[in-house]
């Protein structure tokens, strides 16, 4: 299924590597596992439709750096922490990777590798300024992760970024990405990405 090797040579730039800014973003060609979510290509007729289509197979995406401060609102407000990437790693992801939500796998440090989800925008619920990646990881850890290496693959597209009108709404939606996530990263193709010798590779900081 062509998993590209990952191979990060450290050279100092602000908390991130240069070549981990050009590395810390790899794909796969494996194809999407989640068509019968979406439409297949030969179904596709509008130009959007086939951007997304595009961007759905290039599915999974492999993406690294820092784990960064927010406004601490995931876990204070939503009672959902999210572990953000740094502004340099979200301005390295491709393009054609769309704003909305999407699941997968991550880890901190080389540890362990849990399912997550994954939220890419600017939360229009809260109108940000800047685009953020923030990932919330299915488990739950004993101490603040800042400062540490986030790893994650980006599995699959659940939906896009939506407002809300209320925060309950907000949450209970979120909730909902999280119970699909579980059920679909169990699927045998997508647990096998957790294997992913990327979650293993070394990155080292200068
Ligand atoms: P911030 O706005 O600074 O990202 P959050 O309220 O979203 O703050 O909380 C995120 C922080 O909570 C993470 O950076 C991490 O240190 C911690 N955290 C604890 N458990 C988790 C988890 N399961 N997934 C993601 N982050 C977690
Ligand atoms: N924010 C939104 O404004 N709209 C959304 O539809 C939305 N969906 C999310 C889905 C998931 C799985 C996660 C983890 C976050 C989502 N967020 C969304 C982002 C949320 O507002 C943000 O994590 C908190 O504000 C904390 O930064
Ligand atoms: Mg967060």
Known sequence: MGLTVVLIIPLSMGGLTVLQLATNV????????????????AKCNNKTDKKHNKMLHQLPIYASG???????RG?????IP????????????PESLHTGVYYGWSNVNNGEVY???????????????EKSVETHMLHKFDCDLYGQTLKICIVGYL????NFDSLDDLIKVIKSDIEQAKTLLDQPENRKLREAPFFSANISKC
């Open 66 to 72: 820092e784990i960064v401060r927010g406004f601490g």
């Open 115 to 129: 399912k997550m989800v994954l939220s890419v925008g600017w939360n229009p619920f809260y109108n940000n300024k």
């Open 75 to 79: 876990s204070k407000e939503l009672g």
């Open 159 to 162: 939906r896009p970024e939506k």
């Open 82 to 93: 999210t572990a953000n990437l740094s502004l340099d790693v979200v301005k390295s992801l």
């Open 26 to 41: 790899i794909r796969s060609t494996r194809r999407n596992c989640i068509s019968s979510i979406h439409k297949p290509a």
